[in-house]
């Protein structure tokens, strides 16, 4: 069991201080993560753990050995580095600058022989790069060269591996190729893996772990679930983002959600009631706050995508247990939002046994008076899992004079003239 420590470790470039008391503990066969802003002393603790720059406080232990103890060839067999990019002063082919990681393991004089060149040929199979081998390294693609720099990392046999942004350059295809590999090498080699990375996604679908630096100090540091919230990106980078866990890959990602700047905020008079769900409403609502309307809405489930975008907005809304139906509390809050507004929206939500009272309080609104606008994006029909009760609501709608319109568009038209008409006050 290999045992990477860092421990309380302070670094400065001249006087200004770029690292905090950073500690953590790594072990063989964990993929960690390092998030943070640019500035934020990410590669600087690379830089540190691979013994380039020396702490001023604090020390970093490899196996309860303190580094700047060990030579520069005892740290080069242990440790190998993967900047964030390079360039060499003189053109070699790739399998040269492969073979360049096997210099720890020569004796003074010693040329490679055929247990290095093996090394090198299977780091560059494992990197899909073997067919480079003959290739000037200078003539080769950002993102070949960069899958060249690994194979060259890995031909040094390491015990960690300190990664500066992995996938720089990288296509979609050769980034998954990459991660892939890395984490097998973790799995079934035990290799420690420490990489700085700017993409969330790929971070929280490859990572055990993740550390979110910002000013040079740890602000979160555990399970991919644990660090990687809105709050804590909110924190750290002061975006608004949702964090949903993907059904397929079982893996959290980040949708950032961009500043909402209201254009026409002033003098806007209607209110808007949404009746959605299952992210049916969160482009809407966006664009109604960023319009200048009020909006609230009702009943969403916690967890829906809607309920957390409007929980970013600052919607007031009326919320249900996470895939509970609505209770009798809920339905009579809601309903007492809908009639206050001026105009009720229903976008285009399926509609289950759980969510159609949200109909119920629509058609109630009417009754009183409230314009309901209904978006019919997709039939009725292909939606109501209800036994055909969501379609009774829609043709009592129709019947009873809501304006059924086909998208968001539509809406944001009629909505403005219905403000400059004044046809809204009832």
């Not at 440790?79 to 002063?89: D, G, K, N, R, T």
């Not at 995508?305 to 339905?331: G, H, M, R, W």
Request: aromatic share 6%; proline share 3%.
């Amino acid at each position: 069991m290999v045992v990477l420590r860092i421990c309380g470790v302070d670094c400065y470039y001249g006087s200004v201080k770029v690292l905090e008391n950073v500690s953590f503990t790594i072990k063989s066969g964990e993929f960690i993560g390092l998030l943070g802003p640019n500035g934020s002393g990410k590669t600087t603790l690379l830089r540190t753990i691979s013994r380039t720059l020396k702490p001023r406080v604090g020390a970093v232990y490899l196996d309860e050995v303190e580094l700047f103890s060990m030579s520069s060839r005892e740290v080069a067999k242990n440790i190998a580095v993967v900047p964030q990019s390079s360039s060499l002063s003189f053109n070699f082919t790739a399998l040269e600058v492969v073979l360049m990681g096997r210099h720890p393991h020569l004796g003074r004089f010693k040329l490679e022989d055929e247990k290095d060149l093996a090394v090198a040929r299977r780091a560059m199979e494992m990197t899909n790069t073997w067919h480079l081998a003959e290739r000037w390294i200078n003539e080769l693609s950002g993102g070949e060269r960069q899958r060249v720099m690994i194979a060259r990392a890995l031909a040094q046999e390491p015990k960690v591996l300190l990664l500066d942004e992995p996938t720089t350059h990288l296509d979609i295809n050769s980034q998954l190729e990459v991660m892939d590999l890395l984490k097998e090498l973790c799995v079934k080699n035990g290799l420690i893996a420490l990489a700085v990375f700017h993409d969330f996604n790929l971070a929280a679908r490859y990572c055990d772990s993740l550390i979110l630096l910002k000013d040079g100090r740890i602000v979160s540091i555990g399970s991919v679930e644990n660090v990687l919230t809105s709050e804590n990106i909110k924190k750290v980078f002061n975006v608004d983002v949702i964090v949903k866990k993907h059904p397929l890959t079982n893996s959290l990602y980040v949708i950032p959600v961009s500043s909402i700047k209201p254009t026409l905020a002033k003098g806007r008079s209607l209110s808007i009631h949404l009746i959605c769900g299952a992210g049916t409403g969160s482009a809407l609502m966006k664009s109604l706050i960023e319009n200048g309307y009020r909006v609230t809405a009702g009943v969403l489930n916690v967890l829906d995508t809607d309920y957390e975008t409007a929980q970013l907005l600052k919607i007031p809304v009326v919320s249900e247990a996470p895939f509970s139906p609505i209770t009798d509390e809920n339905y009579k809050a809601n309903l007492e939002m809908a009639s206050g507004a001026d105009v009720v929206v229903v976008t285009s939500v399926p509609f289950g046994r759980g969510n159609l009272r949200n109909l119920e309080v629509a058609l109630k609104a009417l009754e009183k008076g409230v314009h309901v606008c209904i978006i019919n994006e997709e039939p009725i029909e292909k939606r109501d899992f209800t036994g055909g009760e969501a379609r009774k609501y829609f043709l009592e709608l129709s019947n009873r004079g809501a304006i059924f319109i086909k998208d968001r568009s539509e809406l944001m038209l009629l909505l403005d003239r219905m403000e400059r008409e004044k046809i809204w006050m009832k």
